[in-house]
């Protein structure tokens, strides 16, 4: 079942003459088994209008992440494979390059959970003098947890957690604009306030500023602009905003923000843990680290009985300037995917 709405205009889209097309047995067969869990163990990434990144986490404790580069059908181009031990965040952004993207998760090391990232182009291969993930020297005393990158101009901005409560917050800067190599520009604890576990996203722009939502122990959206010179200005926590709706003070899902594309707009998409409810937050950018509120929209139990984990495992995508596609699993049916859903 396939509902299409634009709830901006009132359309709702004609899906009865859409066809089915069973792509299986195009699949280049592979020894790696997914874990079916949770959007935060993995992302994709649209390196160009023809070819996509894609990392999935393999089911092992102590398995591996699948980083592949497809073409516009998804057949696979080239894979890499990089050893992981528990199940964490991995996240994916572009470069300043085309064809290149960076990867970052965070990763057991002995006792402790480290950052680890890189940078692959879409061969595969290692780039900006790198052959292997690398683990930045900072912040030695600290484990992490949930994390996510995006590309500014010439920055790769990524917000870690900390592994235990309160869950502060933690900013990289990752300077990439020399090409052919990179440097750790910043590295900060973003102040004293505690966040809810994985309730943050991050989005950067072409004016190497990046603005970051969060929802704090108080339980109010939390603001920080991130300017291009690495400083913060923090706003006054909100009592409304994206991530403030949810009933459960966590979530395993992306919270990532994707364009709009050919735009300034913005969308976030996030889901309850344990409820059929989800919100859908989208922003334009007007420079400077400024932002406008084009709409945030709440929607509760808006497919019946699908179960209390609907969207355990949200994901979503932008269609174009009108559409987007929004993804739960219902849990009253062996957790098949039976909802897709697009909306402004």
């Not at 500023?209 to 939390?222: M, S």
């Not at 922003?283 to 929209?297: A, H, P, S, V, W």
Request: hydrophobic share 35%; glycine share 6%; net charge neutral.
């Amino acid at each position: 079942m396939i509902g299409i709405i634009n709830l901006v205009y009132g359309i709702q889209l004609d899906t009865s003459q859409w066809k089915e097309d069973n792509i299986t047995n195009q699949f280049l067969q592979q020894n790696f088994k997914q874990i079916s869990e949770f959007s935060r163990y993995y992302d994709s990434l649209q390196l160009s209008q023809t070819s996509y990144a894609n990392l999935v986490r393999s089911s092992e404790n102590s398995g591996f992440i699948l980083i592949q580069v497809l073409d516009e059908y998804g057949n696979q181009q080239c894979n890499t494979t990089i050893q992981v031990k528990d199940y964490l965040k991995y996240s994916l952004t572009s470069t300043n390059v085309e064809g290149e993207f960076f990867f970052t998760y965070t990763n057991q090391n002995n006792s402790n959970y480290k950052i680890f990232f890189g940078f692959l182009n879409e061969n595969c291969q290692y780039s900006r003098g790198l052959s292997e993930p690398v683990q930045p020297d900072i912040f030695e005393s600290k484990s992490f947890q949930n994390l996510l990158s995006k590309q500014g101009k010439g920055n790769i901005y990524l917000v870690i957690q900390g592994f235990s409560q309160p869950y502060y917050l933690y900013l990289m800067i990752v300077d990439i604009s020399v090409k052919n190599t990179y440097s750790i520009q910043k590295h900060v604890k973003l102040g004293e306030t505690g966040f809810r576990w994985n309730l943050f996203s991050i989005q950067a722009f072409s004016d190497d500023y990046a603005v970051i939502f969060a929802r704090n122990i108080d339980d109010k959206l939390q603001k920080i602009i991130i300017k291009a010179n690495g400083n913060e200005v923090w706003g006054d926590p909100s009592e409304q905003g994206i991530f403030l709706s949810l009933k459960q003070n966590l979530n395993y899902i992306q919270n990532k923000a994707i364009q709009i594309e050919n735009t300034n707009k913005y969308s976030i998409v996030t889901g309850d843990r344990e409820q059929d409810q989800f919100t859908i937050y989208t922003f334009q950018y007007n420079g400077n680290g400024q932002l406008k509120d084009i709409c945030l929209e709440r929607y509760q139990n808006w497919f019946g009985n699908v179960g209390s984990f609907f969207f355990r495992y949200l994901e979503f995508g932008v269609i174009n300037t009108e559409f987007l596609w929004i993804k739960g699993d219902n849990y009253n049916n062996n957790k098949k995917t039976t909802k897709v859903i697009t909306t402004v």
